[in-house]
């Protein structure tokens, strides 16, 4: 009985402790509705599969109308509305989220970390980084970015810039994983860099004597008047002892009122002509915006891209024009697209818009769109 006693006081120690810190709640709304009249004046070809086979075909659709809830852009589908609320009590912090995206309602209770002092544990994230400044390269590329797992675990502040941590990855489809990461980041006058590495393992993957993954990242940025430079490096080895280095460096400066960018990428040592190299200008003159862009990679005959674009923007209207020449370097250069956009800003915080894109024979669409955000 004297026992049952103990941990009964226990508990409600605890549980005093825990009451004794005030539970703080913080709660936000977001909401967006973007409505669409697209028009296809023109007559294209889509390779779709058939409905019995399921083997494409290219069917030609002919030109058609649609009023939808199209994508508004931002990472929203149509309407959403989004209820978000961040909990701390003491050294507990938590995020609840209720989205209603077309009709369909999400929950998701995540970010649910406890910090004290230099240890945190919960769910941490992920410690690298420096594939964000890779990140950076490819889509000023026009790429894709590349996001990393986010890990469950402790994380421990060792020292100034100095972090360690042993997390979990439990999408592994062989089991939960055990990931040991370190980082290291400091700043020197106008450079900032980032030394990390990280090492998982699972016991599946030693019982078959597979490799453990490995990444190893460094970066760097440095800013001063003239100009800002950043830079990355990559490695990874997979269980099969496979390795592949990727690495970025692109420069922004502004010389007489023109912002210039340059940069090179190369996302993977291992496929070969993947290399891509990218400029661009922009030049704002009052209510004008010049811009132009070449894009060009290591295919023989194909990839370059070549774009220009003029902007006006005044008040409540705003009006743009923009170029893309594909293919620029190949015996048969792609169709130039021309893209046309006007937008209205009411007062009311609605943006009404006409957009207008044609590409050679191919593309002619018409699209009216109204929107609203907050």
Known sequence: MKAIFAVTALAAAISGQALAADTETTTSFTGTMDAQFIYNLAEQTETIPTATTGVTEDVVVPSNFDVDLNDDGDDNEGYEVTMSTAITNGPFSASVGVTSREGVAALDIGDIIVTDGNLSFGQVGTLMSTDEYIDASVTMAGGDDMDPDADVGFRYVAAEGLTVQLGGDNTDTAGTSLIASAQFAGAAGSLAYVVE?????????????????????????????????????????????????????????????????????????????????????????????????????????????????????????????????????????????IELNGTYSAASGVSYSGDYAMQGDTKSVVTLGASYAF
Do not use: C, H, R, W
Request: glycine share 10%.
């Open 197 to 337: 590495g990280q090492m998982k393992a699972s016991a599946v993957g030693s019982e078959k004597n597979l490799d453990a993954p490995m990444f190893v990242g460094a970066a760097a940025t440095y800013s001063a008047d003239i100009a800002t430079v950043m830079a990355a490096l990559n490695y990874t080895s997979d269980t099969a002892g496979v390795t592949d280095t990727d690495y970025a460096v692109n420069a922004t400066t502004t010389v007489a009122g023109a912002t210039l960018t340059v940069g090179y990428l190369e996302p993977s040592t291992e496929t070969t002509d993947d290399e891509e190299m990218f400029g661009g200008v922009s030049y704002a003159i009052d209510v004008i915006t010049l811009s132009a862009g070449y894009k060009m990679t290591t295919l023989a005959d194909a990839g370059d891209e070549v774009t220009a674009g003029l902007g006006y923007s005044a008040g409540l209207m705003a009006y743009s024009a923009d170029v893309t020449l594909g293919e620029f370097d190949a015996a048969t250069a792609s169709d130039a697209l």
